[in-house]
């Protein structure tokens, strides 16, 4: 497995792949690899010929300094960890490779809309953050083909609006949420939950699935249902944030035309904002 951590050294080894006319798998992380991420190479393999996983901790897509700092940066585990899945290229830049210049006068790439609600308005400035580093790595690496997960929801929603707005030729694969057995999606951020916590944590994705069963049941008032999910987090020990329920294609407010919902929750226990998502078909 090749460890690359400058754009000229990448370039390199890209070029030399195309050359033998190999189809690429990028997969995009931040680092500090859990299951999750392996599930995505698998599917990179499955997908192409040669995978390249990138570990970046990208600072413009963090709208606090102090989530930025304390961010796992777990490299050395994190490569051991693909080589034993047989990944060909992990790519490892610094923020000063990337950002050269800084982030003040950096060029950077918007999605207009879908960028600035639900966690763009929770995070501001968040969305831009990844649209650009995702649009930068698509052209420093030329995937075929690239994996995200539907964990993070919007987020791929994002990418696949970037890739259709700005004519990438590049295949998105949304990778359905790996959860741990007792239902918690897994989550880098999760090793920030002390143990009372972590046994606490579960309890987003059972109130999450109970919403869900109510939306199958039929119910439709979906204000008083998250007003009840909130209060069901806040007694569980969670400090609810943002509880949606969306039109799973737009993301818009559900209305009678809608096919299919997302349930979008984002709850804080102790430091760790944890997020989570199921999407409910509406068809009766
Ligand atoms: N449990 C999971 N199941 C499927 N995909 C996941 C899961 N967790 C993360 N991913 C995906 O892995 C990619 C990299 O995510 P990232 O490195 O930010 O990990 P993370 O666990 O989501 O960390 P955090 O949310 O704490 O930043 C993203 O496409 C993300 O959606
Ligand atoms: C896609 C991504 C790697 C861009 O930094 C990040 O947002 C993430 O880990 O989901
Ligand atoms: N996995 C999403 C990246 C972030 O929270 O910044």
């Not at 490779?97 to 006068?105: E, M, N």
Request: glycine share 6%; aromatic share 6%; net charge negative.
């Amino acid at each position: 497995m090749l460890i690359i951590e400058t754009l000229p050294q990448l370039r390199l080894q890209i070029r030399r792949w195309r050359q033998e006319g190999k189809r690429i798998a990028l997969v995009p992380t931040m680092g500090n690899l859990h299951d999750g991420h392996m599930t995505l190479v698998e599917e990179a393999k499955a997908a192409a010929d040669v995978v390249v996983v990138s570990i970046f901790v990208n600072p413009m897509q963090f709208d606090r300094p102090d989530d930025l700092a304390r961010y796992p940066r777990t490299l050395q585990e994190d490569c051991e960890k693909l080589n034993r899945r047989k990944v060909d290229l992990v790519f490892a830049p610094a923020p000063s490779d990337i950002y050269p210049k800084g982030l003040d006068t950096q060029t950077f790439v918007d999605v207009p809309g879908i960028s600035t609600i639900l966690e763009g308005a929770s995070r501001p400035g968040h969305f831009r953050g990844v649209s650009t580093i995702v649009s930068k790595l698509f052209n420093l690496v030329q995937p075929d083909v690239a994996c995200f997960g539907e964990k993070d929801y919007q987020q791929l929603a994002l990418i696949r609006k970037m890739v259709a707005d700005m004519g990438y030729d590049i295949e998105i694969i949304g990778v359905p949420t790996v959860r741990a057995k007792d239902g918690l999606a897994l989550s880098s951020r999760n090793g920030y939950l002390g143990a009372d916590q972590r046994k606490i944590a579960p309890g987003l994705s059972k109130v999450m699935n109970s919403l869900a069963d109510k939306l199958r049941a039929g119910e439709r008032d979906t204000e008083e249902m998250l007003a009840l999910a909130a209060a069901e987090l806040n007694e569980k020990g969670f400090r609810s944030d943002d509880l949606q329920i969306r039109d799973a294609d737009t993301l818009l407010e559900l209305s009678a035309q809608s096919k299919r919902a997302v349930i979008l929750m984002a709850a804080w226990l102790g430091q760790a904002r944890l997020i989570d998502n199921i999407q409910v078909d509406l068809a009766q």
